[in-house]
């Protein structure tokens, strides 16, 4: 029976392990995406360090902006231009617009993507409003600015850069308090 | 070790309790094995009267016997029953019937936690069964549950579904604990793991890869549940989470989980192919690496059931090519049924038909899988009928054939009767016929394009269509051959000599007890030189 109860308990700890182990997988997706660059993501602002940029690889690059309203998100949300013939290495600044059109006050958040998701690693933004709680009272209109820097180190083959933002909905999602002290 | 047959020898030689709470507070492992069977049994009828109404509605295009919402809810729980109700319980039936007597056992280790396990499963599947008769009805989102069909977009009783499932994988964790305990401890001297009988191998390695992967489905659906009522945002791209997540995390549970629907089926047909070829499986220790090779791989290709989802071509390349490898061990498997077959004295008894069915059937399945790994190919494939051929393929005369032949192999040892030989073989050209006639023409309507899961398809696979739901409705039917057969075995019979087949006494040492075999398998170890 000795050796029955060691194998039950190393089963035990195994079970509750990889129970740990599918939240840690998690994380771990999280960073594997941000080293490789997949899905697109980028994690809040960041910033390229002037003495990283060459002259000499400095080019014009496409960038495109696609803004997307989830489902049942009622607010205008545009971006001032459409798409922006841009220089690598140079700081750019885009204006995007909110409208709550609604009656009612609302909180809205952007959640950002980079296709081709190999580029997003040479994408910084230096402002944005990603990530960031919004509110909008009602018949409220707002321009934030996003302040990007493509880095020149940016592979060749990528001639275009579409940058795509997701406005959600998550007025629901907070309480009256937390509303209030946005 | 000698207390446990010390204490089952001091209250000796007692039967059965009688009545209804034999059942219930059974800790032996035949009257557990005996529930979870016919619990299976009961489940394939549920499950397969649900994949009747999926193809009654699919014989002719358009929509005539059941709204759309209805027929999501019956594609999704006949998965879901198919799977967690009866394909393994039906395997953990066998485990339990077998495992003791073919190690020279008395009982499993942990008779309690056995009845604890077992008793779980009726209670997962009354809450999930229920959810159909509440108002927005049951799980529509399809067995896979991708989030956030299922959590931003489920009806409201995707609560219970998500308790069930938590359920459904404590009774298999604690299953497993149970019969990787029995085989690790509780073998008789000078049985050493390789000389083990493969259904335990592969029942052991089987329990391994459900400890290893029923906690991460825990952890999925535990992610679900907070999302939808804790305002977490794991899956939820609002919040900072990610849809995709979701379909990493269910598949690093779901490949292992097909391996687990498969490997304990591989145990069975060694066995019968073993026997009724009248000679020792060939390579032995080659199937028993095979196995374990299948099982290291199946936690390193998941992401092939999404190579559309958008990955890099370096993760698209590295799961096409580590699938493709699981190909070699598989082959190493069927070669080694063929070898064994080859210039041996065949009969071919039900067991046997249903175990050549299976190799060859299994195969066709297999196949299919390779065409599927291929990523170009697949970007064609995915989400069509070929997909539901492929798995149906592997599941019904793979899993569910295996498991036919372990019954009918096995149920004249059981019972102490052997089951009707004629009716057996008709059950089986029956289902053998109809199943072929199902799924094949599958095949044809996914290359041509026909998406799955849709209750009306385009005009051009009507054919087709009506040939599947012809095959299904004689496979559906069949089955209830099967449960009379099962029936008449246990009441009448020509009664079965202790080793039932020629020269089974070799073949393992549940063929030295007497059929039916005592309540306590083994009082007093055997000995194996």
Request: charged share 15%.
């Given at each position: 029976?000795?050796?029955?109860?060691k194998?039950?308990r190393?089963?035990?700890?195994?079970?509750?392990?990889?129970?740990?182990?599918?939240?840690?997988?998690?994380?771990?997706?999280?960073?594997?995406?941000?080293?490789?660059?997949?899905?697109?993501?980028?994690?809040g602002?960041?910033?390229?360090?002037?003495?990283?940029?060459?002259?000499?690889?400095?080019?014009?690059?496409?960038?495109?902006?696609?803004?997307?309203?989830?489902?049942?998100?009622?607010?205008?949300?545009?971006s001032e231009?459409?798409?922006?013939?841009?220089?690598?290495g140079?700081?750019?600044?885009?204006?995007f617009?909110?409208?709550?059109?609604?009656?009612?006050?609302?909180?809205?958040q952007?959640?950002?993507?980079?296709?081709?998701?190999?580029?997003?690693?040479?994408?910084?933004?230096?402002?944005?409003?990603?990530?960031?709680?919004?509110?909008l009272?009602?018949g409220e209109?707002?321009?934030?600015?996003?302040?990007?820097?493509?880095?020149?180190?940016?592979?060749?083959?990528?001639?275009?850069?579409?940058?795509?933002?997701?406005?959600?909905?998550i007025?629901?999602?907070?309480?009256?308090?937390?509303?209030?002290?946005? | 070790?000698?207390?446990i047959?010390?204490?089952?020898?001091d209250?000796?030689?007692?039967?059965?309790?009688?009545?209804?709470?034999?059942?219930?507070?059974?800790?032996?492992?035949?009257?557990?094995?005996?529930l979870?069977?016919w619990?299976?049994?009961?489940?394939?009828?549920?499950?397969?009267?649900?994949?009747m109404?999926?193809?009654?509605?699919?014989?002719?295009?358009?929509?005539?016997?059941?709204?759309?919402?209805?027929?999501?809810?019956?594609?999704?729980?006949h998965?879901?029953?198919?799977?967690?109700?009866?394909?393994?319980?039906?395997?953990?039936g066998?485990?339990?019937?077998?495992?003791p007597?073919?190690?020279?056992?008395?009982?499993?280790a942990l008779?309690?936690?056995?009845?604890?396990?077992?008793?779980?499963?009726?209670?997962?599947?009354t809450?999930?069964?229920?959810?159909?008769?509440?108002e927005?009805?049951?799980?529509?989102?399809?067995?896979t549950?991708?989030?956030?069909?299922?959590?931003?977009?489920?009806?409201?009783?995707?609560?219970?579904?998500?308790?069930?499932?938590?359920?459904?994988?404590?009774?298999?964790?604690?299953?497993?604990?149970?019969?990787?305990?029995?085989?690790?401890?509780?073998?008789?001297?000078?049985?050493?793991?390789?000389?083990?009988?493969?259904?335990?191998?592969?029942?052991l390695?089987?329990?391994?890869?459900?400890?290893?992967?029923?906690?991460?489905?825990?952890?999925?659906?535990?992610?679900?549940?907070?999302?939808?009522?804790?305002?977490?945002?794991?899956?939820?791209?609002?919040?900072?989470?990610?849809?995709?997540?979701?379909?990493?995390?269910?598949?690093?549970?779901?490949?292992?989980?097909?391996?687990?629907?498969?490997?304990?089926?591989?145990?069975?047909?060694?066995?019968?192919?073993?026997?009724?070829?009248?000679?020792?499986?060939?390579?032995?220790s080659?199937?028993?690496y095979?196995l374990t090779?299948?099982?290291?791989l199946?936690?390193?290709?998941?992401?092939?059931?999404?190579?559309?989802?958008?990955?890099?071509?370096?993760?698209?390349?590295?799961f096409?090519?580590?699938?493709?490898?699981?190909?070699?061990?598989t082959?190493?498997?069927?070669?080694?049924?063929?070898?064994?077959?080859?210039?041996?004295?065949?009969?071919?008894?039900?067991?046997?038909?249903?175990?050549?069915?299976?190799?060859?059937?299994?195969?066709?399945?297999?196949?299919s899988?390779?065409?599927?790994?291929?990523?170009?190919?697949?970007?064609?494939?995915?989400?069509?009928?070929?997909?539901?051929?492929?798995?149906?393929?592997?599941?019904?005369?793979?899993?569910?054939?295996?498991?036919?032949?372990?019954?009918?192999?096995?149920?004249?040892?059981?019972?102490?009767?052997?089951?009707?030989?004629?009716l057996?073989?008709?059950?089986?050209?029956?289902?053998?016929i109809?199943?072929?006639?199902?799924?094949?023409?599958?095949?044809?309507?996914?290359?041509?394009?026909?998406?799955?899961?849709?209750?009306?398809?385009?005009?051009?696979?009507?054919?087709?269509?009506?040939?599947?739901?012809?095959?299904?409705?004689?496979?559906?039917?069949?089955?209830?051959l099967?449960?009379?057969?099962?029936?008449?075995?246990?009441?009448?019979?020509?009664k079965?000599?202790?080793?039932?087949w020629?020269?089974?006494?070799?073949?393992?040492?549940?063929?030295?007890?007497?059929?039916?075999?005592?309540?306590?398998?083994?009082?007093?170890?055997?000995?194996?030189?």
């Amino acid at each position: 029976m000795k050796e029955s109860r060691k194998t039950i308990r190393n089963l035990a700890f195994s079970v509750v392990g990889m129970f740990a182990f599918a939240f840690l997988l998690v994380p771990i997706y999280d960073v594997f995406c941000e080293i490789t660059g997949l899905n697109g993501k980028i994690l809040g602002p960041s910033a390229l360090s002037p003495e990283s940029i060459k002259e000499e690889e400095k080019r014009e690059l496409l960038i495109q902006f696609v803004t997307h309203n989830n489902e049942f998100m009622p607010w205008t949300f545009k971006s001032e231009k459409s798409q922006l013939k841009i220089t690598t290495g140079v700081q750019q600044r885009v204006l995007f617009v909110f409208e709550n059109k609604t009656s009612k006050d609302m909180v809205g958040q952007v959640i950002p993507s980079v296709s081709p998701g190999r580029g997003a690693e040479y994408f910084h933004k230096t402002e944005c409003f990603c990530f960031e709680q919004q509110k909008l009272l009602a018949g409220e209109r707002v321009e934030l600015p996003v302040v990007f820097i493509v880095d020149p180190s940016i592979p060749t083959e990528i001639g275009s850069l579409s940058l795509g933002y997701t406005l959600f909905d998550i007025t629901d999602q907070l309480s009256e308090k937390q509303i209030a002290a946005l | 070790m000698s207390t446990i047959v010390e204490t089952h020898e001091d209250h000796g030689h007692h039967g059965p309790a009688k009545g209804l709470t034999r059942w219930l507070f059974t800790t032996n492992h035949k009257d557990i094995g005996t529930l979870y069977l016919w619990f299976s049994f009961l489940m394939l009828f549920i499950g397969g009267a649900m994949a009747m109404v999926v193809r009654a509605e699919l014989f002719e295009p358009g929509l005539q016997i059941i709204q759309p919402e209805f027929f999501n809810q019956m594609t999704t729980n006949h998965g879901l029953i198919m799977v967690f109700g009866v394909i393994m319980p039906a395997f953990v039936g066998l485990a339990n019937w077998m495992i003791p007597m073919q190690i020279g056992a008395p009982d499993m280790a942990l008779p309690r936690l056995n009845n604890l396990s077992f008793w779980l499963l009726p209670m997962a599947f009354t809450i999930l069964l229920s959810t159909l008769f509440m108002e927005p009805g049951g799980p529509n989102f399809g067995w896979t549950f991708y989030a956030p069909l299922s959590t931003t977009y489920a009806p409201d009783t995707v609560t219970f579904f998500i308790f069930s499932i938590h359920i459904m994988g404590a009774s298999s964790i604690l299953g497993s604990i149970n019969i990787i305990t029995t085989i690790l401890n509780m073998r008789a001297p000078g049985l050493t793991l390789m000389k083990m009988p493969l259904f335990c191998w592969s029942w052991l390695i089987t329990a391994y890869l459900l400890i290893a992967v029923m906690p991460v489905l825990a952890g999925t659906v535990t992610m679900m549940l907070m999302d939808i009522h804790f305002g977490t945002s794991f899956f939820n791209a609002a919040g900072g989470g990610d849809p995709i997540l979701f379909q990493h995390i269910f598949w690093f549970f779901g490949h292992p989980e097909v391996y687990i629907m498969i490997l304990p089926a591989f145990g069975i047909v060694s066995h019968v192919i073993s026997t009724f070829s009248r000679k020792p499986i060939f390579g032995y220790s080659s199937m028993v690496y095979a196995l374990t090779s299948i099982a290291i791989l199946s936690f390193v290709v998941w992401a092939h059931h999404m190579f559309t989802v958008g990955m890099p071509l370096a993760g698209e390349l590295f799961f096409m090519y580590s699938t493709m490898l699981i190909a070699i061990p598989t082959g190493v498997k069927v070669f080694n049924w063929v070898a064994t077959m080859f210039k041996g004295s065949i009969s071919f008894e039900t067991p046997m038909l249903f175990a050549i069915a299976f190799v060859a059937l299994f195969t066709i399945g297999g196949f299919s899988g390779l065409m599927l790994t291929i990523v170009p190919a697949d970007f064609q494939y995915h989400d069509t009928y070929f997909v539901v051929a492929h798995f149906h393929y592997v599941l019904v005369p793979g899993s569910l054939f295996g498991i036919f032949a372990g019954v009918y192999y096995w149920i004249p040892k059981w019972t102490g009767n052997m089951y009707d030989e004629t009716l057996g073989k008709l059950h089986f050209w029956l289902s053998f016929i109809s199943v072929n006639l199902t799924f094949f023409p599958m095949h044809f309507v996914g290359l041509a394009g026909m998406p799955r899961r849709y209750p009306d398809y385009a005009l051009q696979f009507a054919d087709f269509n009506a040939m599947a739901s012809v095959g299904a409705f004689i496979f559906g039917f069949s089955q209830l051959l099967l449960l009379f057969i099962v029936i008449k075995s246990i009441r009448t019979g020509k009664k079965a000599s202790s080793e039932v087949w020629e020269d089974a006494k070799g073949r393992g040492l549940e063929w030295t007890l007497e059929s039916p075999p005592p309540y306590h398998s083994f009082t007093i170890q055997p000995e194996v030189k």
